[in-house]
């Protein structure tokens, strides 16, 4: 039954189409008013995580006025707040009642944008776009990766084409916008890529491609807020992973590697920026302290900056050769300091006896968090008591940030381990034992270096579709391909 209710949202700025509007809806059902409430209160607060977007907490209500956004927006909430409800051992309400209100409100967004994307017209791709993102973080805490990453690679594909497109029904050109409005579509679409870039990368993969997305100009004298120390950093991945990805394209083609090649110049000003960026965000750091008193965001974007001097230093090698991470045991010990201490920020705000086993929604983003740096040292360090730490760190982590989901890359991480280290309880790899709060020193970082041949590379998992109890896992060892199933504990 439907009720001439206005929503006070309490945001009244330019809309999506650069005009202001009051953002009130009508002909809203009870049920959708208290999903929308809740998407509100709830959804935008938790979900963006330690780098709050202006798609989040300003494009978004400005754009409920669409149809397509507004389905879209009430399936998340829905999707949202019934697992942080099931999480916490509540009920959301009948299972079949919830899966019906998804299935109705995420086919009519899809049914809207049908017609908009005939069109090529600049408004209808951006709610087109918008729309786009909320259905890849929605599959995302859905566990439905494969998916969620059609989702993203069809919303790359369209943003790419707006600058080169012609206009079918005007015959004309599709320029770069400076609205603000495209800004920040694409902010949001970096940041998915990013997620989905890091993890590609990881695999040694050639599947990415660099989206033609526009660049945030050149590094300031100082940041102004941790989002935008953010953006430059992941302006910095960016490149990485284009850099990469033509290096591996070259080698297939039996392209020889020379120190003067266009890479290894655009190498050297990859490391140029990010000892720049490192500069400015130690001059900025002082006044952007001040916003978050945690400290969380300040922790993770120094987890990146050390994880990005270690990518950028190896993004030219062979996917073959693992031992080049031998000589960045530092770099890696500075990540794991530093996911120590956001381990104890999180402790602190959890009861004393407090004990999970099971995805934790409540804690669940769909932005960059500590996953994707933890899996990274479990894969590519290779001394045992910083690997060992991030993967016991990770087991002890029930979340999703994004594509990277706690309870897969825990398992993989474990499995990688074990193969590498078939005799990790013998004499020669003794179990060790080490509190999660305790920091590792010089003695306990050292010991036997894992031989070459043991080393495992290119490490691939099939993304599941779904709730899974496995995942299947390809690697390269000893120079073969291996397959095998990892149980999800």
């Given at each position: 039954m439907y009720t001439h209710r206005p929503l006070n949202l309490s945001i009244r700025k330019h809309g999506i189409g650069g005009l202001s509007v009051p953002i009130i809806l009508f002909r809203a059902?009870?049920?959708?008013?208290?999903?929308?409430?809740?998407?509100?209160?709830?959804?935008?607060?938790k979900l963006p995580g330690a780098f709050v977007t202006t798609f989040w907490d300003?494009?978004?209500?400005?754009?409920?006025?669409e149809p397509a956004v507004l389905h879209a927006v009430l399936t998340l909430s829905c999707v949202h707040k019934k697992g942080t409800l099931e999480g916490d051992g509540q009920h959301s309400g009948p299972k079949e009642s919830d899966e019906h209100f998804i299935l109705q409100h995420y086919s009519e967004a899809i049914g809207d944008l049908g017609p908009r994307l005939a069109s090529w017209e600049r408004h209808s791709l951006r709610v087109t776009l918008i729309t786009c993102v909320i259905f890849v973080c929605l599959e995302y805490l859905r566990g439905n990766l494969q998916t969620a990453q059609l989702h993203l690679h069809a919303g790359l594909k369209l943003l790419a084409s707006l600058h080169?497109?012609?206009?079918?029904?005007?015959?004309?050109?599709?320029?770069?916008?400076?609205?603000?409005?495209?800004?920040?579509?694409?902010?949001?679409?970096?940041?998915?890529?990013?997620q989905r870039?890091?993890?590609?990368?990881?695999?040694?993969?050639?599947?990415?491609?660099?989206?033609?997305?526009?660049?945030?100009?050149?590094?300031?004298?100082?940041?102004?807020?941790?989002?935008?120390?953010?953006?430059?950093?992941?302006?910095?991945?960016?490149?990485?992973?284009h850099l990469a990805t033509v290096q591996r394209h070259q080698r297939l083609k039996h392209v020889s590697k020379q120190e003067s090649s266009p890479q290894y110049r655009e190498l050297g000003k990859i490391?140029?920026?990010?000892?720049?960026?490192?500069?400015?965000?130690?001059?900025?750091?002082?006044?952007?302290?001040?916003?978050?008193?945690?400290?969380?965001?300040?922790?993770?974007?120094?987890?990146?900056?050390?994880?990005?001097?270690?990518m950028v230093a190896t993004c030219?090698?062979?996917?073959?050769?693992?031992?080049?991470?031998?000589?960045?045991?530092?770099?890696?010990?500075?990540?794991?300091?530093?996911?120590?201490?956001?381990?104890?920020?999180?402790?602190?705000?959890?009861?004393?006896?407090?004990?999970?086993?099971?995805?934790?929604?409540?804690?669940?983003?769909?932005?960059?968090?500590?996953?994707?740096?933890?899996?990274?040292?479990?894969?590519k360090c290779r001394v045992r008591r910083i690997r060992?730490?991030?993967?016991?760190?990770?087991?002890?982590?029930?979340?999703?940030?994004?594509?990277?989901?706690s309870r897969l890359c825990a398992s993989v991480s474990r499995a990688?381990?074990?193969?590498?280290?078939?005799?990790?309880?013998?004499?020669?790899?003794?179990?060790?034992?080490?509190?999660?709060?305790?920091?590792?020193?010089?003695v306990d970082v050292s010991g036997p270096i894992l031989p070459k041949e043991r080393r495992i590379s290119r490490v691939r998992v099939d993304l599941p579709e779904g709730p899974s109890e496995s995942v299947t896992l390809h690697f390269k060892q000893c120079g073969d391909w291996q397959t095998s199933q990892v149980s999800l504990a």
């Open positions: 059902s009870e049920e959708e008013c208290l999903y929308l409430e809740w998407f509100r209160h709830r959804t935008t607060k300003t494009l978004i209500f400005q754009s409920l006025q080169t497109r012609s206009s079918a029904t005007h015959n004309t050109i599709i320029t770069p916008s400076l609205d603000p409005v495209d800004e920040w579509v694409e902010e949001a679409f970096t940041r998915l890529y990013v870039g890091l993890l590609v990368h990881f695999n040694g993969s050639l599947e990415l491609s660099y989206p033609p997305l526009r660049t945030i100009g050149r590094l300031p004298s100082r940041f102004h807020s941790y989002n935008l120390a953010w953006r430059h950093l992941e302006n910095i991945y960016c490149r990485v992973f490391q140029t920026e990010l000892a720049q960026w490192l500069m400015v965000y130690t001059v900025s750091a002082p006044s952007l302290i001040i916003q978050e008193p945690t400290l969380r965001a300040d922790n993770l974007l120094s987890e990146y900056y050390n994880m990005a001097r270690i030219l090698r062979s996917p073959s050769d693992e031992t080049i991470y031998d000589n960045y045991t530092k770099d890696f010990l500075a990540i794991l300091s530093t996911s120590i201490k956001l381990w104890n920020i999180r402790a602190a705000a959890l009861p004393r006896f407090w004990h999970k086993s099971s995805l934790d929604m409540t804690r669940s983003i769909v932005d960059i968090g500590w996953l994707a740096p933890l899996y990274f040292m479990a894969l060992w730490h991030a993967v016991q760190l990770l087991e002890r982590t029930f979340h999703k940030e994004g594509i990277w989901d990688v381990v074990q193969f590498e280290e078939p005799n990790f309880d013998g004499a020669c790899y003794p179990r060790l034992h080490f509190a999660l709060d305790e920091v590792p020193n010089l």
